[in-house]
């Protein structure tokens, strides 16, 4: 059983907004729509909850038909999905039984409301709150009534809109965990948008990535970060460094320098375009030897470290460090931590008296051999 979008186009006036859209989502699932502003994810998250009509393609989950080429169009309300904001969306004058209350209005007349209300006060964390108003409570709290309004009447899908957005950093961390935590209770499938790849990243079951209306990429966050598709998905979530080259079987040969670096199950786009992806974190910086040349630009202290960016023939290049011993206006190297020197290549030999090895962790170096 899943969601099936089929061929969906979406104009606002001269301005296509999504071109071609075509997605399955299974039921269950946790699927993040990820991409900067203007990129269409909001807008296809309400063409699925029936906010937005389409200029042509298909909707359908299971045996229903959502829209169907704008003449067939089912109702929101009777989507059996709800919708979590991006600002809460409380009403000031109820508090938060009322919210639940109002939720559950016209559904079922057999339940027992008071008894459905505590049981999910009491999941998300508002047991004692049932009296309180919005101003009454916190960022967080907030967020929680509006994902309580929308799981109670028990939806086959939760649709969420940026909801973690208005929260600061540290709530942001707790919400998300909370929201997985949910997630994996209900078993409700969640379509889940973002620009936020650090969100995206750590509650998806599967990435969608969009990019001027078309899907770039789609797949588990590990397939997104380590395996990207194409340079946008490469810059976007892992924010990595392009490097220019020419491959040479399974070594790439970094232009205006002496290193090699090997093959990471590059994809066929960068391998098109003699292009090697490498992250922030796996380069590193050194003031002498071989490598690419750079000049560092500025240092910035992220906590966990310092994020550099440094000027090169290759352009702007981001790289993560745990010191700060360099400073802008430095000339230096960067490199990746398993390379090899293009100068010593050629000279490899099983006669040499020096040979070059690879350690445990990957990381080049030379070692002396002792012969019997």
């Given amino acids: 059983m899943s969601l099936k979008i089929k061929n969906i186009y979406k104009s606002f006036g001269d301005k296509k907004v999504l071109k071609n859209i075509n997605l399955e989502i299974k039921d269950g699932e946790f699927v993040s729509l990820l991409g900067a502003s203007g990129c269409g994810k909001t807008t296809l998250l309400k063409i699925i909850a029936g906010f937005e009509g389409v200029d042509c393609g298909d909707i359908t989950k299971d045996d229903r038909v959502f829209i169907s080429d704008n003449k067939t169009f089912l109702p929101p309300q009777d989507r059996n999905l709800n919708m979590v904001f991006q600002q809460f969306a409380l009403w000031p004058h109820m508090n938060v039984k009322k919210h ?10 057999n339940i027992d409301a008071d008894k459905e209300i505590k049981e999910m006060l009491e ?44 929260l600061d950093a540290n709530l942001r961390i707790e919400m998300r965990k909370f929201i997985k935590e949910i997630h994996k209770k209900f078993k409700t499938t969640i379509i889940y948008v973002t620009h936020d790849q650090g969100e995206a990243l750590a ?83 050194s003031k002498g030897g071989s490598g690419i040349s750079a000049r560092i630009l500025s240092l910035e202290y992220m906590g966990t470290g310092y994020e550099y960016k440094l ?9 993560h460090s ?34 070059c090895l690879l350690n445990f962790k990957g990381k080049y170096r030379r070692s002396k051999e002792k012969r019997a």
Avoid at 327 to 343: I, Q
């Fill in 123 to 166: 999941i998300v964390g508002l047991s004692g709150f049932e009296n309180s108003y919005p101003e009454d409570l916190s960022g967080g709290q907030k967020q929680r009534v509006a994902l309580a309004r929308a799981l109670i009447t028990k939806p086959e899908m939760v649709l969420m809109d940026e909801p973690l957005s208005a």
């Fill in 100 to 109: 639940l209350e109002y939720a559950l209005n016209g559904r079922n007349k």
């Fill in 311 to 319: 000027e090169s023939k290759h352009g702007i290049l981001n790289v």
């Fill in 322 to 355: 745990k010191n700060s011993i360099y400073r802008p206006g430095e000339e230096v190297k960067v490199t990746k931590e398993e390379v090899y020197k293009n100068a010593m290549w050629p000279s490899y030999s099983h006669n040499n008296k020096w040979s």
């Fill in 203 to 285: 509650m998806s079951d599967r990435i969608v990535i969009l990019k001027d209306g078309i899907i770039e990429q789609e797949g588990s966050p590990y397939e997104i970060y380590e395996n990207p598709k194409t340079e946008y998905v490469a810059k976007f979530v892992g924010k990595s460094n392009l490097i220019r080259g020419k491959w040479q079987g399974d070594l790439f040969v970094v232009e205006d320098s002496d290193i090699f670096f090997k093959d990471i199950s590059v994809k066929e786009n960068f391998l098109n375009k003699n292009l090697y992806p490498i992250k922030p974190d796996e380069l590193y910086i």
